[in-house]
DNA sequence: GAGCACTGC
């Protein structure tokens, strides 16, 4: 018997290989060989059990995947799934494999209801503490809280749980002047988030010094991402950051929204790995108990399924809308994807997958509006520089975050920056790193992210693999920014904004559905204000700003993307 | 004048 076994961290690996017998049962099923078959036989061989770890998480992959493995079920009644999923989604994990009555209608084989199977956790108790009434500001009563504890409490390091940054910097400027001006000793302030440079995110891991007590402020980065040793106490603030997508304006917001009863329960167990603990919350036991959500939204109720609905349908699963999800998403969502992926080329009008276009999409695992950029690189003769740009845009920053040396950043910056925009300045960067030989003195010289700089070559190296699979050859425009800029059109025409007439504050609109935008502030082309732009993605905070952004010829557009823009555009763009 | 967290290759 061979078990797979597709945890979180593997999921994206294990979905290669479910993809694989997805295909092989599409193929089977297609020669009317579906039992029996030497590729079933092959397959039942290779695997009579799957396991799907922390699916309450409810990311996109592991909906993706149950939703996948309940249909593969259904032609595999011999395959055992186990499911291990916190107690609180056991009911409904439950429910969504339960076929028995079906089955039952059918007279096909035994009952296979699903066994709910309990295994005791291995923390230590955690006490739960509430406030009595709402707290108004919560960084404030954090503060208050841990102070509170370093008074009244022994030993033990404290982990908050906070927002963002913003909270992050906030709260520990706080409690340094409180406990300055209180005479309070012994805490050591450490900030964790991803946006941290490398060596201060070590700082969270090193043994907190002797008589001291380490104030871990975090973002849910340490909810499920990692594990941190030694914490003792929690405060949860009971907020956090989450990322919605609205499919009508085609716009991601990122919220400051309160956090489930799941995720509370995984914030207080954060305090009981290594003794018994103490969570305090900041929010009333009455709320918890009534008014908190049981679970979160589950992730593919909240994102563009453009990457989700590409990867079912070169699976074979042509009937998007009737597949069968744990929780499914917006029909607005669905259909928002399906209009974004026929308007690339890559589905036709029967919503199937263009050959070749469609399948060599498919192909790449990146965002489908990245992956139609590299294919029409080809023709321009720029996918040696378009693979450089769709690596950059992969990793989440290839500068320095640093705070306080904000103008030196800047500076460095204009080292670098190009006039037509952000992915040019990404080319004559990584032109710099190469030049370099790949030095990370010279990184650190101009601001530059050397972790991030070997990523961008290592997923480059890999997107370069793959266009030679596809038999695209990897021609130069050398120096060609034009061809450079077409390519991205081709990918992003559907991002296309147009600066307002008279604007003084750089307010943009988009083409497509006329919402108000700005540059984001860390592009080169922020204050620039170009006329025409397009966009690699929206972050909508208090305002929506384009991100990563590069100027182009409106005319580029129609000629891109004739039939998205025939009807729309006319008034707007000069013929 | 601003960045919750993750993933593919």
């Not at 990311?59 to 107690?87: F, N």
């Not at 596809?470 to 904004?497: H, P, W, Y």
Request: proline residues 4%; aromatic residues 8%.
């Amino acid at each position: 018997m061979s078990v797979w076994y597709a945890e979180k961290k593997l999921v994206g690996y294990s979905m290669c290989d479910v993809r694989t017998m997805c295909r092989s049962w599409e193929l089977s099923f297609a020669f009317g060989l579906l039992r029996g078959s030497e590729l079933c036989t092959h397959f039942s061989l290779f695997s009579s059990v799957i396991m799907v770890d922390e699916a309450h998480e409810r990311s996109l992959s592991t909906d993706i995947l149950l939703g996948l493995l309940k249909k593969i079920q259904r032609r595999r009644p011999e395959l055992r799934i186990i499911i291990s999923s916190a107690t609180i989604e056991a009911k409904s994990m439950a429910a969504f494999f339960n076929t028995s009555k079906k089955r039952r209608e059918q007279e096909q084989g035994p009952t296979r209801e699903p066994a709910i199977l309990s295994v005791e956790g291995r923390g230590f108790n955690v006490e739960i503490f509430y406030v009595d009434d709402p707290v108004s500001d919560y960084v404030r009563a954090v503060i208050s809280t841990v102070l509170s504890i370093h008074d009244q409490e022994r030993t033990g390091d404290i982990l908050v749980f906070l927002t963002g940054q913003d909270d992050i910097d906030a709260a520990i400027q706080l409690l340094t002047e409180e406990a300055q001006s209180s005479g309070k000793q012994g805490l050591v302030a450490v900030p964790l988030y991803s946006g941290l440079p490398r060596a201060d995110q070590d700082l969270v891991f090193s043994p907190t010094p002797r008589g001291k007590r380490k104030v871990i402020f975090s973002t849910n980065i340490a909810e499920t991402s990692l594990t941190l040793e030694g914490i003792v106490y929690v405060v949860d603030s009971g907020f956090s950051k989450q990322r919605f997508y609205n499919p009508i304006s085609d716009i991601e917001n990122l919220v400051v929204a309160p956090i489930s009863k799941a995720s509370a329960r995984q914030r207080a167990g954060r305090a009981g790995r290594v003794r018994p603990g103490k969570c305090f919350r900041l929010y009333t036991e009455d709320y918890f108990a009534s008014e908190m959500s049981i679970v979160g939204i589950p992730e593919i109720q909240r994102s563009n399924l453009v990457s989700c609905v590409i990867q079912l349908k070169a699976l074979g699963i042509d009937n998007i809308l009737g597949f069968d999800w744990p929780a499914s998403p917006s029909p607005e969502a669905m259909i928002r994807a399906l209009e974004i992926l026929y308007s690339l080329g890559v589905l036709d009008d029967d919503a199937k997958l263009t050959s070749p276009t469609g399948f060599q999409v498919a192909e790449f695992p990146l965002d489908p509006l990245i992956s139609k950029m590299i294919l029409a690189s080809c023709e321009l003769g720029c996918t040696e520089e378009i693979i450089t740009i769709a690596a950059t845009l992969s990793i989440q920053s290839i500068w320095i975050p640093v705070r306080g040396v904000q103008k030196e950043l800047d500076e460095a910056k204009l080292r670098f920056a190009a006039a037509e925009g952000d992915h040019v300045t990404f080319l004559n960067v990584y032109k710099g790193f190469i030049q370099s030989n790949k030095s990370s003195k010279w990184c650190h010289k101009n601001f530059v992210n050397y972790h991030a700089m070997r990523k961008v070559i290592e997923v480059r190296e890999q997107l370069k693999r793959i266009t030679q699979r596809l038999g695209i050859g990897l021609k130069s425009c050398e120096g060609d920014m034009q061809a450079v800029r077409k390519a991205i059109t081709a990918g992003f025409f559907a991002n296309a904004s147009r600066l307002e007439p008279f604007s003084h504050n750089g307010m943009y609109k988009t083409v497509r559905t006329s919402q108000e935008v700005y540059i984001h502030p860390s592009s080169v082309l922020f204050r620039v204000n170009p006329k025409w732009i397009v966009y690699h993605s929206l972050v909508s905070t208090d305002r929506q700003y384009m991100r990563n952004v590069i100027t182009v010829d409106p005319s580029w557009l129609t000629e891109a993307a004739p039939h998205f823009y025939q009807k729309q555009m006319h008034s707007s763009i000069p013929q």
